[in-house]
């Protein structure tokens, strides 16, 4: 293609372009075509073949209308095609002045070394441009304004903030991110280059939040076309091989990228958890796996359920369980064990009623902490409970996790307990005892008791200890002395109340906890009427139901002694019902077992 009117004398082959053009205009500014010339062994030579070119044959073109004295403009679009383009035919200040590598110099710290957005626009365009950019630095100046531009935006941004809000000590709202914001201009880079950008930016002290802003926006953009809709179609294809090995990559550079791991961590919890679920689908290397679950342990009164709803990696066993518990075991773990590293350093020894009240002490996750993570295991107990393949054995480990502490009411827990022992009717008579063993009796509702004493799916013990918990709780109530069940003197402190609703605290004050046994007693008093007339109705139930299963099991051993021993409580209570409350001793004869933890009726 000619560019001038008057006959050419020399041809330059580009691939599968020619261009007809003059010796002159090339060799006076381009010194890679004067030394071909020269090195030629026939002086006439009115060929040149250039194998590869910086950018191709429209890189070629515009530098060779800039050596006929053509104007060309110099954009955004071309600026890095153009710098290269100009190092690889050297159109250096050497063979004339103002050549193309200095025009395109001057447009490069004028117009876009400055700018962010632009910055990022040309170090994309220099993936196709490799390895002549990096040869000419390009990538590393580009990389290196992007970072410095990135701090001084932050400074500034800072700067006025504190100027706005310098009078006022009200902390200022997070401004809202913008549409144009330049975070979001690098989901077009590579994973190379956008690691290489994110390195030198943490480097130069950018916050973790915006980092982590970064990372959220690349992660959904890159991941987000890597999704298969019929995964069915491409399971254990090439095609699905190659995908897992996308992601795989992709997940890994991102986890390596994250902050810094902490209980504060700007990084969010659902970003945590679908980085973990992609991972865990990709097959993604176990130290990257291991990260994700701590930074969610440290985090973990931060997630809902959703969250720890991870599938498992099932690779078409149909005998797999539908969410990877084993997970979910490492994470609940990591978040208990904060607790006991920071008594470890400590290393003071706390008898149980001290324990009680620095239990939300700013060294341990903190109580509210406990008891959201408390609801969410409960959560993740009755969805998990509903998959036929899940054993008993791993569910009693997930049921098992949390400490007596934890839970102010069991009902979530003997939902989930319910479900499983519903799903799951053949499990063995130990393992059902075994399960059921998790639940404490004495911290279920009302409610729940009565769903428990006519449950057939439970023990017979925990249905005594369910029936012989729901008595002393009503006799007391009628008596007026269900202080005495509730609240056990250690010490002379007492252990704090534990709500039906859940809707109290595990550890609180003496003098709160005075007040609210106040407002108990008086909610109490309201109830008695009602409670003898439920006691009543149950003594009916009990007595019917006794009858009924001795005309039918003659020879039920278990079952005459649990009437038995039954029948000496209630003997028990009758007289102690008859005595007068007064002062520790008979307080302690009582109610014998106040300082236990569980009580086995069998």
């Given at each position: 293609m000619p560019i001038s009117d008057v006959s050419s004398d020399l041809t330059v082959e580009i691939g599968v372009s020619s261009f007809?053009?003059?010796?002159?205009?090339?060799?006076?500014?381009?010194?890679?075509?004067?030394?071909?010339?020269?090195?030629?062994?026939?002086?006439?030579?009115?060929?040149?073949?250039?194998?590869?070119?910086?950018?191709?044959?429209?890189?070629?073109?515009?530098?060779?209308?800039?050596?006929?004295?053509?104007?060309?403009?110099?954009?955004?679009?071309?600026?890095?095609?153009?710098?290269?383009?100009?190092?690889?035919?050297?159109?250096?200040?050497?063979?004339a002045e103002k050549n193309l590598e200095t025009r395109t110099e001057v447009y490069l710290k004028d117009m876009v070394f400055p700018n962010i957005s632009k910055s990022i626009a040309v170090l994309h365009r220099c993936e196709t441009l490799l390895?002549?950019?990096?040869?000419?630095?390009?990538?590393?100046?580009?990389?290196?304004?992007?970072?410095?531009?990135?701090?001084?935006?932050?400074?500034?941004?800072?700067?006025?903030?504190?100027?706005?809000?310098?009078?006022?000590?009200?902390?200022?709202?997070?401004?809202?991110?913008?549409?144009?914001?330049?975070?979001?201009?690098?989901?077009?880079?590579?994973?190379?280059?956008?690691?290489?950008?994110?390195?030198?930016?943490?480097?130069?002290?950018?916050?973790?939040?915006?980092?982590?802003?970064?990372?959220?926006?690349?992660?959904?953009?890159?991941?987000?076309?890597?999704?298969?809709?019929?995964?069915?179609?491409?399971?254990?294809?090439?095609?699905?091989?190659?995908?897992?090995?996308?992601?795989?990559?992709?997940?890994?550079?991102?986890?390596?990228?994250?902050?810094t791991q902490s209980r504060k961590s700007p990084v969010p919890m659902a970003f945590l958890s679908s980085l973990l679920k992609t991972a865990i689908a990709a097959s993604a290397s176990t130290?990257?796996?291991?990260?994700?679950?701590?930074?969610?342990?440290?985090?973990?009164?931060?997630a809902i359920l959703e969250d720890i709803l991870i599938p498992t990696n099932s690779h078409g066993n149909n005998h797999s369980t539908i969410y990877d518990a084993d997970t979910i075991v490492r994470i609940f773990s990591i978040f208990l064990n904060l607790d006991e590293d920071d008594e470890d350093d400590t290393n003071l020894l706390r008898d149980e009623s001290q324990m009680v009240y620095d239990f939300d002490s700013p060294g341990s996750p903190k109580q509210s902490s406990i008891l959201k993570v408390s609801k969410l295991l409960d959560n993740?107990?009755?969805?998990?409970?509903?998959?036929?393949?899940?054993?008993?054995?791993?569910?009693?480990?997930?049921?098992?996790?949390?400490?007596?502490?934890?839970r102010i009411v069991s009902d979530g827990l003997y939902r989930a307990v319910d479900i499983f022992l519903k799903v799951h009717p053949n499990m063995?008579?130990?393992?059902?005892?075994?399960?059921?063993?998790?639940?404490?009796?004495?911290?279920?509702?009302?409610?729940?008791?009565?769903?428990?004493?006519?449950?057939?799916?439970?023990?017979?013990?925990?249905?005594?200890?369910?029936?012989?918990?729901?008595?002393?709780?009503?006799?007391?109530?009628?008596?007026?002395?269900?202080?005495?069940?509730?609240?056990?003197?250690?010490?002379?402190?007492?252990?704090?109340?534990?709500?039906?609703?859940?809707a109290g605290s595990g550890a609180i004050s003496p003098r709160d906890n005075y007040a609210s046994v106040r407002r108990e007693n008086r909610e109490l008093k309201l109830e008695v009427a009602r409670m003898r007339m439920r006691l009543t109705d149950l003594e009916k139930d009990h007595v019917s139901m006794k009858q009924e299963l001795v005309k039918t099991h003659p020879a039920n051993k278990l079952f005459k002694s649990f009437t038995k021993k039954l029948g000496k409580i209630n003997a028990l209570f009758r007289i102690n019902s008859i005595k007068t409350l007064g002062g520790k001793a008979h307080s302690e004869s009582r109610f014998p077992f106040q300082k236990r933890r569980r009580h086995s009726v069998s």
């Open positions: 007809a053009l003059h010796k002159f205009p090339l060799v006076s500014r381009s010194g890679k075509i004067r030394k071909l010339l020269l090195e030629a062994k026939d002086s006439k030579v009115s060929r040149v073949i250039l194998p590869y070119v910086p950018g191709g044959a429209e890189a070629f073109e515009l530098a060779a209308k800039f050596c006929y004295g053509h104007n060309i403009e110099i954009t955004q679009a071309n600026v890095a095609l153009l710098r290269c383009t100009a190092h690889f035919l050297e159109m250096t200040e050497e063979y390895p002549a950019a990096e040869e000419t630095n390009l990538v590393s100046r580009l990389i290196n304004a992007i970072a410095n531009n990135a701090c001084k935006e932050q400074l500034t941004s800072g700067l006025l903030k504190l100027d706005h809000n310098f009078p006022s000590k009200v902390a200022p709202m997070e401004p809202e991110t913008p549409s144009d914001w330049w975070g979001k201009a690098l989901s077009v880079l590579g994973l190379d280059f956008f690691q290489r950008v994110l390195s030198a930016v943490k480097t130069k002290g950018l916050k973790q939040d915006i980092i982590s802003k970064i990372l959220i926006n690349y992660s959904h953009n890159s991941l987000q076309g890597l999704v298969v809709r019929d995964a069915q179609l491409v399971k254990g294809s090439l095609f699905d091989l190659e995908l897992q090995k996308k992601q795989r990559v992709i997940v890994e550079a991102i986890v390596s990228l994250l902050p130290s990257c796996r291991s990260d994700l679950e701590r930074r969610i342990g440290l985090q973990l009164d931060q993740y107990l009755a969805e998990v409970a509903l998959d036929p393949n899940l054993s008993p054995s791993k569910f009693t480990a997930l049921a098992e996790l949390l400490p007596d502490h934890a063995k008579d130990s393992e059902r005892y075994r399960l059921c063993k998790t639940i404490d009796c004495q911290k279920l509702s009302q409610e729940a008791c009565s769903h428990a004493a006519q449950n057939e799916r439970l023990p017979v013990q925990m249905a005594v200890q369910v029936l012989y918990f729901e008595q002393i709780r009503l006799r007391n109530a009628m008596n007026g002395g269900h202080n005495q069940f509730f609240f056990g003197a250690i010490n002379g402190t007492q252990f704090p109340q534990r709500s039906g609703s859940g």
